[in-house]
Nanobody, 124 residues
Framework: QVQLVESGGGLVQTGDSLRLSCAAS????????MGWFRQAPGKEREFAAA????????IYSASVKGRFTISRDSAKNTVYLQMNSLRPEDTAVYYC?????????????????WGQGTQVTVSS
């Protein structure tokens, strides 16, 4: 059974940084893709970033590109999301997701497993 556990959320001010972590268990990640999505109150779940474990390829949404960096540690089965220059509009619950294949898309339906989410709040 695959489990994803996120950590690192919190309350910060505009311009601050946070690093989210997501540790996967129950599976050795080789050809997998892990991504980060976020959901603000009253809004749909939104893609933020993703990376493939086999080659480290990354993709970002336009809203986070240049501010957020996704990375992975294959030895730890963990993916990170470094978030810099945070803005109030980044406030959301951030979810880690995994699909056991190379996936270059941004649709949440392309992912099989999900973490429980971690709250990120950016005050103005």
């Amino acid at each position: 059974q695959v489990q994803l556990v996120e950590s690192g959320g919190g309350l910060v001010q505009t311009g601050d940084s946070l690093r989210l972590s997501c540790a996967a268990s129950g599976r050795t990640l080789n050809w997998d893709t892990m991504g980060w999505f976020r959901q603000a109150p009253g809004k749909e779940r939104e893609f933020a970033a993703a990376t493939t474990f086999i080659d480290g390829n990354t993709i970002y949404s336009a809203s986070v590109k240049g501010r957020f960096t996704i990375s992975r540690d294959s030895a730890k089965n963990t993916v990170y999301l470094q978030m810099n220059s945070l803005r109030p509009e980044d406030t959301a619950v951030y979810y880690c997701a995994l699909t056991p294949r190379v996936y270059r898309g941004t649709d949440h339906k392309g992912y099989t497993y999900w973490g429980q989410g971690t709250q990120v709040t950016v005050s103005s």
